[in-house]
């Protein structure tokens, strides 16, 4: 399986799931080339969550950030 079509499901303590996304998606989804998905990630502009040495972004946070909201 291939970063660009990687999802992962997971459980919140809320108990409703959340999609995962990549920074390649990321990146395609707010038009940002993927060194800015990095760097926002890094300088928490875009909230987003380390699995490992992996970083990964919650769908819906990216929805809002698309929407303009915070």
């Known amino acids: 399986m291939n970063q ?3 999802r992962r499901i997971i459980k919140q303590d809320s ?3 959340s999609t995962l996304l990549v920074a ?3 990146s395609r989804e707010l038009n940002l080339p993927l060194t800015t998905v990095y760097l ?3 300088q928490g502009v875009i ?3 380390r699995i ?3 970083i990964r972004f919650k769908k819906s946070d990216i ?3 698309k ?3 915070k």
């Open 40 to 42: 926002y990630s890094r």
């Open 67 to 69: 929407s303009g909201k």
């Open 24 to 26: 390649l998606d990321v």
């Open 47 to 49: 909230p987003s969550i």
């Open 15 to 17: 108990g409703t799931e």
């Open 52 to 54: 490992g040495n992996k």
């Open 63 to 65: 929805l809002k950030l």
């Open 4 to 6: 660009e079509t990687f």
